[in-house]
């Protein structure tokens, strides 16, 4: 039987993916600091692309930079991450040629905490935290939600009329959960992955599920690494906009840049200097 008569019966299960017809990128990169570079490509590089790809193959070109196109809404819910990564996933199946393009400096990026975690690892950290301190922060944030197959804690909605309370309670939730996320570990409770959940940025885990999605070709992605040269000699307020100053997303960062030196091929990677 024919996918189409699949279709028309409503059956889901074994339905083709669509073919690829469009050269169709996403845009990594953390946010303020590559306003400029971003501006570029929209208004000079985006166009020429685009005819280059009608004039020469007549096929489209398309960009998705998720840090223009997230509405409130979409943060509210906490739904901004899955929303980064269902795009990139898109970009990655439909695109002919390239499908990803990173930009990176000296920012590793906002670190969200997750919308989701299973019933038996949040039971894990609680009970880290229970010791220090009483859980109830964590049962304020998190609901449970019975309609996934496996028990599920998801985080509350925000009411837009108390975005500045939800960020204090974020701040301080984030600093508990990563803490017993590193007890846990500790402890061999949960996995490696189940730890980075609480630390890694939303950024890095776009880098890694593209490079996932082309682990046979890693030609279909390119990136920019630009490095600002008199970085430690701006004033702190500057260079707190362009460059992180903890230790631990540093370490991060560098190991993020590591992954992608040496998994891309050397001439799909650039560096630049201002």
Known sequence: MSSDNELFRGRFDNVPDRKPIS?????????????EERNVLMENIYPKLRDYCLQIYNIPFQYSDMRWGVQDHASDDHSTVDLCLQELDQCCRLSLATNCVILLSHRYGWRSLPNRITSDLLNKLKEIVSVDQPSSLIDKA????????????V?????????EEWKIMEKDLTTILRRASDICLENKTITQSERN?????????????ALENNAIDHQRMVSFFREIEDIDQLDARLKSKLADTDNETEVLLNEIKSNIREKLPRENQFTYRV
């Open 23 to 35: 050269v169709r990128i996403f845009i990594s990169s953390t946010f303020a600091d590559t306003i």
């Open 142 to 153: 998190y609901v449970l939600d019975d309609n996934f197959i496996e028990s599920v804690y």
């Open 197 to 209: 959940e609480f630390h890694i940025s939303v950024t890095a885990k776009e880098i890694i599920r």
């Open 155 to 163: 985080l509350r909605p925000i009411d837009p009329e108390k975005r």
